[in-house]
């Protein structure tokens, strides 16, 4: 099957397009922005594309930088171009830059089929409109799931942690792709916002001891409007901010200034606690250990799962479960989908589990 992507900001061109090329053995996915094109391209087998020039305004032509992109990371796919305004130059520069085709709109489709991948028709068409980061925060599909987090003496549950889960197509079914595209639209902030009124609305009917788990990207802890979200969020739902755990995932480095320490002391005072997520993954927080003060260090399912059988991995745990006793933090294990692994952690003096072992996110995890 060939897989086109088309990238129109114009929601009509690029839906009419798609039904226009529609055949079967030919899978189509629209995007009306750069930032998501970019997240199909390095998660799909593209093998053609048609780009506009100009993606988000008159003055900008994000579509020949895609082009250069394309290059870079699918350089066998087919690439044409489209404009409204093609000047001798643009062409030539988009020309320069690796497209096959150049195109001035309005076009008739007969002009782009012949400049298309043959589709091997032995599979039936799909079409996947892919949406906006607006549609999504304004939409009914970002819902998180929960996993139980438990005691290992007893498999007593000590807590749930909300996972932010967008319930529509691909590609932003993976919350890998989802916060990339918050990321690259620079708006993580906003994204973090409607997870946490999503978990605190869901959460509502949840024992009020039960400890609520939130993620929070290092992008967003700074940012007042997240901070406002959840002081909003938990008196509109009535929760208590001494049950909120904030996890700040690893995904990116924290920048260190004022506003970011402001953030996390008003939190604290609110009654929110802190842990760092996946611990020893990519960035590193725990040079800031002492000024966040968080209350668990979360051990990555990447050194959690079966760790009792590998030596590195139980080395670097042990040490792990020792950094946590010397600043006092409590340690909640990842990846646990073993007994043996519930055995050893709990030997080693861990106190939380959480995996596959205990039980898998879920809507509804605690029946309420």
């Given at each position: 099957m060939t897989c086109l992507l088309i990238v129109d900001d114009d929601p009509d061109i690029g839906l009419g397009l798609a039904v226009a090329l529609e055949r079967?053995?030919?899978?189509?996915?629209?995007?009306?922005?750069?930032?998501?094109?970019?997240?199909?391209?390095?998660?799909?087998p593209v093998t053609d594309i048609v780009t506009d020039v100009k993606l988000s305004g008159p003055f900008r032509f994000?579509?020949?930088?895609f082009i250069t992109e394309i290059q870079r990371v699918a350089p066998a796919a087919r690439v044409i171009v489209m404009s409204g305004h093609i000047t001798p130059e643009l062409e030539a520069e988009a020309?320069?830059?690796?497209?096959?085709?150049v195109l001035s709109k309005p076009f008739a489709t007969e002009l782009l089929e012949p400049l298309l991948s043959t589709p091997i028709e032995t599979t039936p068409s799909s079409m996947t409109l892919v949406p906006t980061l607006n549609e999504i925060l304004a939409g009914h599909d970002l819902r998180p799931r929960f996993q139980p987090i438990v005691s290992l003496a007893d498999?007593?549950?000590?807590g749930v942690e909300s996972l932010?889960?967008?319930?529509?197509?691909?590609?932003?079914?993976?919350?890998?792709?989802?916060?990339?595209?918050?990321?690259?639209r620079n708006?993580?902030?906003?994204?973090?916002?409607?997870?946490?009124e999503g978990t605190m609305h869901e959460a509502v009917t949840f024992p009020e001891s039960l400890t609520l788990f939130m993620n929070i990207h290092p992008a967003a802890l700074d940012?007042?409007?997240?901070?406002?979200?959840?002081?909003?969020?938990?008196?509109?739902?009535?929760?208590?901010l001494a049950r909120v755990v904030l996890e700040i995932t690893e995904q990116q480095e924290i920048r260190q200034h004022a506003d970011l320490f402001e953030s996390i002391d008003r939190l604290r005072n609110l009654g929110a606690r802190f842990a760092f997520d996946d611990v020893g993954v990519a960035y590193s927080h725990l040079p800031l250990i002492e000024r966040i003060r968080p209350s668990y260090l979360k051990i990555s399912q990447l050194f959690g799962t079966l760790f009792e059988a590998d030596p590195t991995r139980t080395k670097i745990v042990r040490n792990l479960v020792a950094l946590a006793e010397e600043f006092s933090c409590a340690i909640i294990i990842e990846g646990v989908e073993d007994q043996s692994t519930a055995d050893a952690a709990r030997e080693m003096g861990i106190e939380f589990g959480q995996g596959y072992l205990f039980g898998k996110a879920e809507d509804a995890p605690l029946g309420a």
């Amino acid at each position: 099957m060939t897989c086109l992507l088309i990238v129109d900001d114009d929601p009509d061109i690029g839906l009419g397009l798609a039904v226009a090329l529609e055949r079967d053995g030919r899978r189509i996915i629209v995007c009306r922005d750069l930032e998501s094109a970019q997240i199909i391209l390095g998660a799909e087998p593209v093998t053609d594309i048609v780009t506009d020039v100009k993606l988000s305004g008159p003055f900008r032509f994000e579509g020949l930088d895609f082009i250069t992109e394309i290059q870079r990371v699918a350089p066998a796919a087919r690439v044409i171009v489209m404009s409204g305004h093609i000047t001798p130059e643009l062409e030539a520069e988009a020309q320069r830059r690796g497209a096959d085709a150049v195109l001035s709109k309005p076009f008739a489709t007969e002009l782009l089929e012949p400049l298309l991948s043959t589709p091997i028709e032995t599979t039936p068409s799909s079409m996947t409109l892919v949406p906006t980061l607006n549609e999504i925060l304004a939409g009914h599909d970002l819902r998180p799931r929960f996993q139980p987090i438990v005691s290992l003496a007893d498999r007593a549950l000590h807590g749930v942690e909300s996972l932010a889960r967008f319930r529509g197509e691909a590609p932003f079914a993976r919350p890998d792709l989802l916060f990339d595209y918050a990321a690259r639209r620079n708006e993580v902030a906003r994204l973090e916002a409607a997870c946490i009124e999503g978990t605190m609305h869901e959460a509502v009917t949840f024992p009020e001891s039960l400890t609520l788990f939130m993620n929070i990207h290092p992008a967003a802890l700074d940012d007042m409007g997240v901070v406002l979200a959840l002081e909003s969020s938990a008196k509109k739902s009535g929760i208590n901010l001494a049950r909120v755990v904030l996890e700040i995932t690893e995904q990116q480095e924290i920048r260190q200034h004022a506003d970011l320490f402001e953030s996390i002391d008003r939190l604290r005072n609110l009654g929110a606690r802190f842990a760092f997520d996946d611990v020893g993954v990519a960035y590193s927080h725990l040079p800031l250990i002492e000024r966040i003060r968080p209350s668990y260090l979360k051990i990555s399912q990447l050194f959690g799962t079966l760790f009792e059988a590998d030596p590195t991995r139980t080395k670097i745990v042990r040490n792990l479960v020792a950094l946590a006793e010397e600043f006092s933090c409590a340690i909640i294990i990842e990846g646990v989908e073993d007994q043996s692994t519930a055995d050893a952690a709990r030997e080693m003096g861990i106190e939380f589990g959480q995996g596959y072992l205990f039980g898998k996110a879920e809507d509804a995890p605690l029946g309420a």
